[in-house]
Structure formats: structure tokens, C-alpha cells
């Protein structure tokens, strides 16, 4: 979340490295904290709310107490929609879902979406009457940050840093994120290649599927799992991995397949989202991801990785200038609800 006030953005932030208190605050939504940061600091300011848990996965809890507390302390609601699963998953939403995602629709103030398909989808489907900007949420990478990762992180990749081909995925343990696909591609590959391929598999935890996850593991000692890493060290891990998959079904951009391009490290993914740059497959089909791995992990590099990762940086910039116009940031005149 983003908020404004006197031409000055704060960043709240559900997980990450302390290291500058002015701009950054540190909010433990499950310990109901962000009751707390609005309280302090939300009055009349413009926040731009990137959560999962107000709108894309309706959290009863959470999305009651920033409803009521709306008017109140009279912010604005930007809501950024940045899961384009949503239109897939809302028709499976329960009655209860329905009633909490439709009461948060009518609260938004506007709408910042990453697709063309999200703004379709909430205008002609949702009947969403608030204005709806389009901007592909990627951002400019932070800058000054080490690409190394600490003595702690080694630790817990042990296994994977020994192995003699490493491929990453990042998602959540549910079937749209196409970890059991990954899954039985690596398996495969390390039957038919007679080489030690570690998998790392990043999950993001907003959701799950247990029975589904231990499918995924069991047997499966060359697995390594980490819950809700924290940003700062995702490119570390992408840097040292030699291939990232991005296996999901639906895909509202893909911020992740630009943060392993700008690594340096190549991409798999599925056709859903964003795929310049990148070798694709269908969701779903393991014989053809199988195929890229083994292009990716046995044959030369292709040679214009820094080409699309220059490329996106170019796009990152502009896409800022873009929030900043709509976060109001470089006005210092402007308007804050009253």
C-alpha cells in the first residue's frame, strides 16, 4: 500500500528488511496491524492498495475493518488489481465471497489494473462504474540492493545450491499455479538426464491446498520450499537458479518472469500474461515444458536476455510516471478527500 500526504509517499509493507523507517512501514495484516497504520496515518490520504486480502481473496476480518474505518478517516480507495485469476476464480466465489467482493467494488474510489482483460472484465462483467486505469505493474527494480544472498539463505538452499542444474518457481499451492506440472517435468528430467536437478519452489501462502501440496512433495527430497520470502531476496534466488517457470493458469501480467529476466536468468512460462522475452508452453502440459527445460538446461543460452531486460526497465519508468500521476505525487496542491 501507497498513501500520500504532503507530496510525500509511504510504503506499507507486509514483509521486508527494516531498513529505512521514513519511508517504509512494516504492517502484520494477520495480527490485524493495518487497523493501526490507517488509525495513524490514513486520515484523508490517497493509498494505493495492492493487498490480496480486500478484494481478490475477500478476507471477512480485514476487508470489514478497512470498510468501516473508510469513512471515517475519509481516505481514498485505489484499489490495484494486480491477480488475473480473479475472473476465473470469482465464479466459484461462495455466496458470502459474492456479498464481500461486491460491497469492496462499491467502495473503491478507482481502479488501477495491470490487463486490458481485468478492466474488461470489472466494466462489462462487475458493472464497475469508478474510473479504471490501466498499468502493467511493473516498476523500476530498487536500486543499491545485493544480488548476494545471506549466510542464513545458503543455509536453507543447501540442497539446491548443490545441485548441478537448479530451476525455480514462484506461486501458491493450489492447481492454477502449476507446481505439480513442475513438479513431474524436473522428475522426469532427472529419470531421463541422470542429472541431480534441485527444484525451488517460492510460495507466496495466500492461499493453499494441502492435500494438493503433499501430493507435490512426497517422495520428493530434491524439492525445496520457502514461504513468503521476502522481496529483497528474490533476486538473489533467481540468480543463482539456472531457469525460472512461471507454470499458472492465469496471469494478470507477471512481475516475477521480469525480475528473472532482469537476473539474468531465462524464462519458462506459460502463454497467460506476459511472454516477450521468454519460452512458452501450454498450461498443463508437462511433455512440452519437459522439452524446454532441456533446451534452457543442456543447450547454449540464448544471447537476448539483456536486450529484454533493457527493454523493461524502459517500460518500468514509464509505467511509474504513470502511478505517480495517479498517486497525485508530483502535485503537491492536490485534493485529498475531505
Known amino acids: 500500500m501507497k498513501r500520500l500526504r504532503d507530496d510525500q509517499v509511504r510504503v506499507w509493507a507486509y514483509t521486508g528488511a527494516d531498513k529505512d523507517k521514513s519511508q517504509v512501514l512494516f504492517v502484520r495484516h494477520r495480527r490485524l496491524e493495518t487497523f493501526w497504520a490507517l488509525i495513524s496515518e490514513g486520515r484523508r490520504a490517497r493509498i494505493l492498495d495492492a493487498t490480496h486480502c480486500h478484494f481478490e481473496y475477500p478476507n471477512a476480518l480485514l476487508l470489514s475493518i478497512w470498510l468501516l474505518l473508510k469513512p471515517i478517516l475519509r481516505f481514498a480507495w485505489i484499489k490495484n488489481v494486480l491477480d488475473g485469476s480473479l475472473p476465473a476464480r470469482h465464479k466459484q466465489f461462495s455466496g458470502w465471497q459474492r456479498l464481500l467482493f461486491a460491497r469492496a467494488a462499491k467502495s473503491v474510489d478507482e481502479f488501477v489494473v495491470v490487463s486490458e482483460e481485468l478492466k474488461e472484465w470489472l466494466q462489462h462483467h462487475q458493472r464497475v462504474q469508478q474510473p479504471i486505469t490501466v498499468i502493467p505493474c511493473l516498476l523500476p527494480p530498487s536500486t543499491g540492493e545485493s544480488e548476494e544472498l545471506d549466510p542464513a539463505t545458503r543455509r536453507l538452499l543447501a540442497g539446491y545450491l548443490n545441485g548441478s542444474k537448479r530451476v525455480c518457481s514462484i506461486g501458491v499451492f493450489i492447481p492454477d499455479y502449476g507446481f505439480a506440472e513442475v513438479a513431474k517435468a524436473v522428475?522426469?528430467?532427472?529419470?531421463?538426464?541422470?542429472?541431480?536437478?534441485?527444484?525451488?519452489?517460492?510460495?507466496?501462502?495466500?492461499?493453499?491446498?494441502?492435500?494438493?501440496?503433499?501430493?507435490?512433495?512426497?517422495?520428493?527430497?530434491?524439492?525445496?520450499?520457502?514461504?513468503?520470502?521476502?522481496?529483497?531476496?528474490?533476486?538473489?534466488?533467481?540468480?543463482?537458479?539456472?531457469?525460472?517457470?512461471?507454470?499458472?493458469?492465469?496471469?494478470?501480467?507477471?512481475?516475477?518472469?521480469?525480475?528473472?529476466?532482469?537476473?539474468?536468468?531465462?524464462?519458462?512460462?506459460?502463454?497467460?500474461?506476459?511472454?516477450?522475452?521468454?519460452?512458452?508452453?501450454?498450461?498443463?502440459?508437462?511433455?512440452?515444458?519437459t522439452a524446454r527445460l532441456t533446451s534452457i538446461l543442456f543447450e547454449p543460452p540464448a544471447k537476448d536476455t539483456e536486450i529484454w531486460a533493457e527493454h523493461f526497465r524502459e517500460e518500468a519508468e514509464r509505467n511509474l510516471r504513470e502511478l505517480r500521476r495517479v498517486l497525485r505525487v508530483d502535485n503537491p496542491n492536490t485534493e485529498l478527500p475531505r
Open 187 to 289: 522428475a522426469d528430467l532427472r529419470q531421463s538426464s541422470g542429472h541431480d536437478i534441485q527444484l525451488l519452489l517460492l510460495d507466496g501462502n495466500f492461499a493453499r491446498d494441502t492435500p494438493y501440496r503433499d501430493e507435490v512433495l512426497a517422495g520428493r527430497p530434491w524439492i525445496t520450499v520457502i514461504e513468503e520470502a521476502a522481496h529483497e531476496t528474490i533476486p538473489g534466488l533467481l540468480k543463482v537458479s539456472d531457469v525460472f517457470v512461471r507454470a499458472t493458469k492465469e496471469e494478470g501480467f507477471g512481475i516475477s518472469r521480469i525480475e528473472s529476466i532482469w537476473s539474468g536468468t531465462p524464462v519458462i512460462a506459460t502463454k497467460a500474461g506476459e511472454t516477450r522475452g521468454m519460452v512458452t508452453y501450454d498450461f498443463g502440459n508437462v511433455k512440452e515444458l
